[in-house]
């Protein structure tokens, strides 16, 4: 079993940058592919950002490429998504989610392939 848990989210401005965290426990996070998901109101959970433990190869949305970083410190068990140049677009819940398959070369988009999630974090972006 892992637990997720996500922080670092907040209220910031169009054109700020936010720092999400996601600190994994009860596996070895080194094994675990990565990956961020947001909700906004009212719309589908959309995948945003995975890095894939077996290969450390990272993947992105295009809406974000340019401006968000996904990120990990296996010593720490911890990910992060670094979100820079945000629009209010951007404004949702994100969610940490990690799977322990070796099989991923890259992190898989959808929201099924993930076993594990955290309790999410809120995004918001002022215009």
């Known amino acids: 079993q892992v637990q997720l848990v996500e922080s670092g989210g907040g209220l910031v401005q169009a054109g700020g940058s936010l720092r999400l965290s996601c600190a994994a426990s009860?596996?070895?996070?080194?094994?675990?592919?990565m990956g961020w998901f947001r909700q906004a109101p009212g719309k589908e959970y959309e995948f945003v950002a995975g890095?894939?433990?077996?290969?450390?190869?990272?993947r992105y949305v295009d809406s974000v490429k340019g401006r968000f970083a996904i990120s990990r410190d296996n010593a720490k068990n911890t990910g992060y998504l670094q979100m820079n140049s945000l629009e209010p677009e951007d404004s949702a819940v994100y969610y940490c989610?990690?799977?322990?398959?070796?099989?991923?070369?890259?992190?898989?988009?959808?929201?099924?392939?993930?076993?594990?999630w955290g309790q999410g974090t809120q995004v918001t972006v002022s215009s």
């Open positions: 989610a990690a799977d322990p398959s070796a099989l991923w070369a890259v992190a898989p988009t959808r929201k099924s392939e993930y076993d594990y």
């Open positions: 009860g596996r070895s996070f080194s094994r675990l592919t």
């Open positions: 890095i894939a433990w077996s290969s450390s190869a990272t």
